[in-house]
């Protein structure tokens, strides 16, 4: 039973799950969705994701959307595989779903507001809006405060070792991290050494790279 | 050991959590926090959750922060306990967390930025924006259309019980039903009875009255 992703280049969701796929050394089918000519809007596609994004994964008979949904479902159900994405001991879990939580919450809004402007914009040739930088840099910094602290006495996110609330970031990482807001990173030594070691990571480098 | 609930009054994210416990047949005790005086921001809360924000829960020396994972936490830990919220078969459980994803990446921020304009800034005495009400009624209403066609064939949100799927929702309706964004609701059957049966359910209404 092969696994297949449906998912765009240039999309973090869809990298998301391509890492979390990497990391559990899971093969996998990809197929690119032609969102220039709008094929994730049509009936076909909305039976997949009703919202008409991507990515979707298939497995057998199931079928998931929601990126942080299915990177749970592959950690859950290929447990036994590849890296361990998740933490045995309920306490631990709880912790570490803890983190799985601010980077849904407090990380991605700020995160994903600023690749828009400073990477994506400019990329469309489009305008990026100094002000909405501005106020999503001072958000982020927040966030990142947040971060240097716990990473101050925890060697990741969500425990000691690398696990899904330090995956979930990468893609928005990977955007940033070519912009001018690598600055609110470098600027915090423990994130800064954070973001270069999950960055480096094999199964990271070979997601977006396939 | 007693169950702590680190809370305020008026808040959607303690009334998420108080809504879990009662479900889950917990009794806790409620401790007010102070954001009046900024008790939220000084050192001794920001040991509890370094956003600085409400709820915080203790479960003996476990503290939790971000009102999905404490609602998780509970779910998971207290399995036999009230209400079942989550699902034991992999697959269907796999379905339901997608649909606690939708509710927080996609019901939520157009909910939330609602009740604040529609709800909140009333009783504080400041000005609705119509602008970004027109903006996020739009939102909401294709996240309701969604909705409507998935409540059509499944009786909740995530399969065929009351979930933390169908949970999570239950602050933010509370707020916006007393707002004209009720109209978004009425207009859709499906999320209309949906939405009437679980704002009924006596665990939610013991959770906002206690």
């Not at 990142?144 to 969500?158: A, I, N, P």
Request: glycine residues 4%; contains cysteine; aromatic residues 10%.
């Amino acid at each position: 039973m092969t696994i297949k992703v449906f998912g765009a280049n240039g999309s973090t969701s869809t990298l998301r799950v391509l890492a979390c796929l990497a990391e559990k050394d899971l093969d996998y089918e990809f197929v690119t969705v032609d969102m220039p000519n709008k094929e994730h809007k049509k009936p076909e596609y909305l039976s997949r994701n009703p919202f008409g994004q991507v990515p979707v994964l298939e497995d057998g008979d199931l079928k998931l959307f929601e990126s942080r949904a299915i990177t749970q479902y592959l950690a859950h159900t290929y447990a036994d595989k590849g890296t361990d994405l998740i933490i045995k001991d309920p306490k631990k879990m709880a912790i570490l779903a803890v983190w799985i939580e601010v980077e849904s919450q407090k990380f991605d809004p700020a995160a994903s507001k600023l690749a828009w402007e400073l990477a994506y914009k400019p990329i469309f040739g489009m305008t990026t809006d100094d002000a909405i930088v501005d106020e999503y840099e001072k958000k982020l910094s927040e966030v990142l405060d947040v971060y240097e602290s716990r990473l101050s006495h925890s060697k990741y996110l969500g425990g000691d070792s690398f696990t899904l609330a330090d995956l979930h970031h990468l893609p928005n990482l990977k955007y940033l991290m070519g912009t001018n807001a690598k600055k609110l990173f470098d600027a915090r030594p423990h994130v800064s050494a954070w973001a270069a070691e999950i960055q480096s990571r094999p199964a990271w480098i070979k997601a977006f790279t396939s």
